[in-house]
């Protein structure tokens, strides 16, 4: 994966000028196409038979984002390299973007950071009923202004700088599609007010007051409401969040362990150490077939071949030799049917709100003691 998003960067840089160097990286994005499309159809043939996953399960909660990050790549291979045009630099564009998140979510698996990225990404869950609500509300404001536009802007020049002025409180944006601009400043800067409002006081003052009361709704309510409740739902996650990157190294075990390989009928225990050096020299061949290839500028056989190179070497590392006591080994994994995270994080709320009134009772002791004390002080002066 990081060879490939290298591979990606490099023709975006455009820093080769053989052509010969294209040809290997567009080898390269086709034997990957080839080597997931492999291990995703093997995965979806054995994930009943082998990990006792439905496949429509497995699709939905296993590899949803490999499908989606496969077909995105799949229109590399009919760009051109390098890319000259607006849309192939999009294309990608979207596929580094792609493959940059799918590694951030593969690093999950590592204890130093992942316990970290599953309780960033889990804290979001509880949010959408927030991010919903603000949503309405941008979508609202966003007809009121377009209402209001001048003439000759656009829908998206109005969205973009609302979106500017409201969740990243940058007054340009205000300036650009309301009247708040009362002091003529862009006038002074630029020579031209961005909003005109056909000059007409009841737009600029309507729209001056309405952007006034969105800011400070945005900015001093919502803002700062949203950064206060996903706080409070990190710091629920967060003793959670161990227990669901145990879940996750589970279910990387599990794709691993579909992945393309050899039919067990196949082997035989007496020669696997020989099995696994016969694949690697296939696989060695296979690659000096895929540097012939790229000589004779054929991108697709070089992927192809580097493709079963690729196949052939996964196939030789999963490959393990019996255990020194002849027992079969096994990874249980085990997970309770009635387990439930609302009920403890409902048990913490519980005795959060029963310290909370003990510390209520207590401050009343202190307030009635005090009173008491006042009245002894009295007594004593008279």
């Not at 490099?10 to 291990?39: C, E, K, Q």
């Not at 027992?327 to 519980?350: H, I, P």
């Amino acid at each position: 994966k990081l060879l490939l998003l290298a591979v990606l960067v490099v023709v975006g840089l455009r820093t080769f000028s053989d052509p010969y160097h294209y040809i290997m990286l567009r080898a390269i994005i086709i034997s990957t196409l080839i080597t997931d499309l492999a291990n995703l159809a093997s995965s979806l043939v054995n994930c009943e038979r082998l990990a006792g996953i439905p496949r429509w399960t497995y699709l939905k909660d296993f590899a949803w984002y490999e499908v989606i990050v496969w077909i995105v790549l799949s229109v590399m291979p009919f760009t051109d390299m390098p890319p000259e045009s607006g849309r192939d630099k999009v294309i990608l564009a979207v596929n580094i973007m792609a493959r940059g998140f799918g590694i951030m979510s593969s690093i999950r698996v590592f204890p130093q950071i992942g316990t970290l990225i599953i309780a960033v990404l889990h804290s979001f869950e509880p949010m959408w009923g927030m991010f919903n609500f603000m949503g309405m509300m941008f979508m609202t404001l966003a007809c009121t202004f377009l209402t209001m536009k001048d003439e000759d802007r656009s829908v998206m020049y109005v969205i973009v700088n609302l979106y500017q002025a409201l969740f990243l409180t940058d007054s340009d944006g205000a300036e650009a599609i309301s009247g708040i601009d009362l002091g003529d400043q862009q006038t002074l800067d630029f020579g031209i007010e961005m909003f005109q409002g056909s000059h007409d006081e009841w737009l600029l003052n309507a729209s001056t007051l309405i952007m006034l009361g969105a800011t400070s709704v945005f900015s001093l309510v919502l803002l700062n409401l949203t950064i206060g409740m996903y706080t409070k739902y990190y710091e629920q996650m967060e003793p959670f969040a161990k227990l669901s990157f145990q879940q996750f190294r589970a279910r990387m075990s599990v794709r691993f362990a579909l992945r393309a390989r050899l039919p067990e009928r196949w082997l035989v225990a007496s020669a696997l150490r020989r099995t696994k050096i016969s694949l690697g020299l296939a696989a060695l061949v296979s690659v000096l077939i895929s540097f012939v290839a790229t000589w004779k500028e054929s991108a697709f056989g070089s992927g192809f071949a580097l493709a079963v190179a690729l196949l052939l070497g996964q196939a030789s590392l999963q490959i393990h030799g019996p255990h020194g006591d002849n027992r079969n080994q096994y990874l249980w994994v085990s997970y309770r049917s009635d387990f439930n995270e609302d009920f403890y994080r409902g048990a913490q709320e519980a005795e959060t709100l029963e310290m909370r009134a003990k510390m209520r009772e207590s401050e009343a002791r202190q307030k009635a003691l005090r009173n008491e004390v006042r009245e002894l002080s009295s007594l004593v002066q008279e």
